[in-house]
């Protein structure tokens, strides 16, 4: 504590002084960050990337910081102006595409989505549209959206045939459902066996409804005489 009287000077001194000195701002964020004052260390990050905004990995830090410190609305705002200014590094639209989706902001979220497909289709890049139609299809499955995850999914792979996180998470959700399916099927085929047993027993042979035996999906259609069908639902209620 006595050490740091001397030194908490000394930083701040150096780092009003040469505010736009890299090798200061680092060591400012540096020494914040060992004494956990993230919101001094957070503020020599930011300008270091503000003052140097040809400096990529001074942006990757400052994306980083906004994420420990789980501040998503910066988070996202400034992956963004990151990915417009270095391209080629997949992680800041990555980082955006998180940060919008942790903070539920999902018409924003698809927004971003959309135009990262549209700059790749601009640039042929098969690869990353078939990449952003896949994470917008992961992001619909945990939204509960199956048929338009699968919609994307599909489109993914008619983009690109062979890219495999569609591929595997297509076939993984598929597989998903035809189980959560049979489970369902087999929790109903009870019912609908005690249903078909009683029609046949009581009903069979007599000329008055006819019934079909379903192989699949959830009803089971009778038809009966005209005029009587509201007098057997009024039964059917009862």
Excluded at 129 to 140: E, K, S, V
Aim: overall charge neutral.
């Amino acid at each position: 504590n006595s050490r740091r009287k001397d030194i908490d000077p000394l930083v701040e001194s150096m780092v009003e002084q040469y505010p736009a000195d890299s090798a200061v701002l680092m060591m400012g964020t540096i020494y914040y960050y060992q004494l956990q004052d993230h919101v001094k260390a957070l503020d020599c990050v930011k300008a270091n990337a503000l003052t140097h905004p040809d400096s990529e990995p001074t942006a990757s830090l400052l994306c980083e910081y906004y994420a420990m410190m789980g501040q998503l609305d910066s988070l996202a705002d400034y992956s963004l102006k990151f990915h417009e200014k270095f391209p080629s590094n997949e992680q800041f639209l990555n980082t955006a595409i998180y940060a919008y989706y942790q903070n539920k902001d999902y018409e924003r979220l698809f927004d971003v989505l959309r135009e990262a497909y549209d700059e790749a289709a601009k640039a042929s890049d098969r690869n990353k549209m078939a990449d952003m139609l896949t994470t917008t299809g992961d992001i619909c499955v945990d939204m509960g959206y199956l048929s338009k995850a699968f919609k994307n999914y599909k489109r993914a792979l008619k983009v690109k045939p062979d890219h495999n996180p569609a591929l595997n998470n297509y076939a993984y959700h598929l597989s998903l459902l035809k189980k959560q399916m049979k489970k369902h099927a087999s929790l109903l085929r009870p019912r609908f066996d005690a249903v078909l047993e009683v029609l046949e027993r009581e009903l069979s042979g007599l000329g008055i409804a006819a019934w079909n035996k379903p192989k699949g999906g959830y009803f089971i259609s009778l038809d009966v005489n005209t005029g009587s069908a509201k007098y057997v639902g009024r039964l059917c209620k009862e």
